[in-house]
């Protein structure tokens, strides 16, 4: 070996120390702030169903309703694939796994509401209805049948509706502590948010109700739903969806956006509300560069057009929801809301075709940037970020059932932990310090 280089350098011995502590609140506001995405499993949708229409059996039964639709008007999968316009490649792979899917496993996310599509009842009625559901939702959990994830919208917290939500969401939580403790997949929506300041009342809520119950500090999360113009822009001209990020301490999961309510409030007229209405994407970019590398996750709305009727009109149908939902996925809105059990069809086509189309180009590339030799992609010169899209984008894949670990591990030849690793760096740093 030849003799080494001397190195030559200029600044003073204590300068990097220096700076290091000159920029250590700011390193412990980009920790707090900045965590980066929890890496948990994110549904592909959220389904409400009205306090009252709610059953032991209502996801069966969804599931049941959308294999019936299948069955009736598009009962095979070249007949799904003309509907869809899918390729003949993709046609049986994604018609299959729908089907397997609407079986298995038909709603991902179920919120019980008790917001708009309960509406306003006698205090003793929806006390009951409240109480009944943290009975249902307990005993789904506990037999095996429960969504992944499962929760209440209450009532917003303005004044005319505030004693209201906050009594609803005091019987269902507490009822689910009578009846064994909350469930992992707990999730709570809290809707028509206009304030930062009620985001920080409702975390007074959590913290009360955990000291109340003896739950751990910080147990109990929400969902911010922003159904208004001022939940985007505040009267100052800033946005006030980062604020309401801020005011809920760790605790908000999700930002979800409200088409109708929002669209309505911001003029546009009943034949164009629509989640591709430009004042939809705008309110939805605000959202995403708001919730970006907080962990809080975005989810996209729906649409009120719903696949019944004749076969006509059913294929419209779940060809315009096909388009949002592919249109949503491409704008990295990886959930949406479904509000017919017919639309479930179309959602997990959708979401289907998205990851099977894309999964050989993002293994290959994922793969020859493992192995640092470019390979077949060899015209693409992708970073750490671009690992770690491709990465999220496999993982996503594999939650829904859209891939298979098998597939994914013979075309990238990582685990689903090596995958893990790229797609949430920050977060296997911490581990690996913990340890």
């Given amino acids: 070996m030849g003799q080494q280089e001397s190195v030559t350098t200029s600044l003073a011995s204590g300068v990097s120390a220096e700076i290091g502590r000159s920029l250590a609140a700011v390193d412990a506001e980009l920790a707090r702030r900045y965590p980066g995405d929890p890496g948990t499993r994110q549904p ?6 009205p306090g009252d229409v709610f059953t032991a059996d209502t996801i069966r039964s969804w599931g049941d309703q959308a294999l019936a639709a299948l069955d009736e008007h598009a009962p095979d999968a070249a007949s799904l694939a003309r509907v869809l316009g899918l390729s003949d ?3 049986g792979p994604v018609y299959e796994r729908v089907r397997a899917k609407l079986d298995r496993e038909p709603v991902e996310d ?3 509401d008790f917001e708009d599509g309960y509406g306003t009842r006698p205090d003793a009625e929806e006390d009951e209805a409240a109480a009944r559901a943290a009975r249902l939702v307990h005993a789904a959990y506990a037999d095996g049948t429960a969504a992944p994830y499962t929760g209440i919208r209450m009532k917003c917290l303005e004044a005319a509706v505030r004693d209201r939500s906050i009594r609803t969401l005091d019987i269902f939580l507490s009822g689910l502590m009578k009846a064994g403790g909350l469930p992992d997949g707990l999730v709570l929506t809290l809707p028509k948010v206009t304030y930062a300041e009620q985001v920080t009342a409702m975390v007074r809520l959590a913290e009360e109700f955990e000291r109340a119950l003896g739950l751990a500090p910080g147990r109990i999360g929400f969902e911010i739903q922003i159904e208004t113009s001022q939940a985007v822009l505040a ?12 005011a809920a301490g760790g605790r908000a999961t999700g930002l979800h956006y409200g088409t109708f309510d929002y669209s309505a409030g911001v003029g546009v007229s009943a034949a164009h509300q629509s989640s591709d209405h430009p004042a939809a994407d705008h309110a939805k970019a605000v959202m995403q560069v708001a919730a970006a590398g907080t962990g809080v996750r975005v989810c996209d709305g729906s649409t009120n057009v719903l696949p019944v009727g004749p076969s006509a009109r059913v294929h419209e149908a779940w060809r315009l929801h096909y388009r949002l939902t592919r249109r949503a996925l491409a704008r990295a809105y990886y959930q949406g809301w479904d509000m017919h059990p017919a639309h479930l069809p179309t959602r997990y086509a959708a979401v289907y075709a998205f990851y099977r189309e894309g999964l050989e180009p993002a293994a290959a590339r994922l793969a020859a940037y493992v192995a640092k030799t470019g390979g077949a992609v060899a015209d693409v010169m992708d970073e750490p970020a671009t690992a770690k899209a491709l990465s999220g984008y496999l993982l996503r894949g594999l ?11 013979r075309l990238t030849g990582l685990t689903r932990a090596d995958l893990e690793a790229f797609a949430i760096p920050r977060r296997a740093a911490r581990r690996a310090t913990a340890r």
């Avoid at 592909?44 to 169903?49: D, F, I, L, M, P």
């Fill in 110 to 112: 179920l919120r019980i």
């Fill in 235 to 246: 009267a100052d001209g800033t946005a006030t969806v980062a604020r309401m990020i801020d």
């Fill in 89 to 91: 490649a993709l046609a």
């Fill in 44 to 49: 592909v949708h959220t389904v409400y169903v």
């Fill in 399 to 409: 939650d829904c059932g859209a891939l298979d670990r098998d597939e994914v591990g």
